[in-house]
């Protein structure tokens, strides 16, 4: 089966960086996608970025671009999002999940999440 587990979250200060990493097992096939979202209290869950791993193909979110750059060792099957610029408004438990079309459309599993804080 598949799973994603994310590390990497934490408290950091305004305009610090921080890096999140989803480390995914059970694939059995080569093309997959992950996506990492972002939920903050009293608001709807968001779209961040994704990575194709066919191709490195690459996708951000407009609140985001210029600052978060996603990236994957596919020798690790693990993705990182490195967080630079860091603003209190990027707080939030932010997920990883797998769209194992590879298309960064649908996504079929979801890790547990990890809290990522901004403070001002």
């Known amino acids: 089966e598949v799973q994603l587990v994310e590390s990497g979250g934490g408290l950091v200060q305004a305009g610090g960086s921080l890096r999140l990493s989803c480390a995914a097992s059970?694939?059995?096939?080569?093309?997959?996608?992950i996506g990492w979202f972002r939920q903050a209290p009293g608001k709807e869950r968001e779209g961040v970025s994704c990575?194709?791993?066919?191709?490195?193909?690459?996708y951000y979110a407009d609140s985001v671009k210029g600052r978060f750059t996603i990236s994957s060792d596919n020798a690790k099957n693990t993705v990182y999002l490195q967080m630079n610029s860091l603003k209190p408004e990027d707080t939030a438990v932010y997920y990883c999940?797998?769209?194992?079309?590879?298309?960064?459309?649908?996504?079929?599993?979801w890790g547990q999440g990890t809290q990522v804080t901004v403070s001002s």
């Open positions: 990575i194709t791993r066919s191709d490195g193909t690459t």
């Open positions: 059970g694939f059995t096939f080569d093309d997959y996608a």
């Open positions: 999940a797998a769209d194992l079309s590879g298309l960064c459309s649908g996504y079929d599993r």
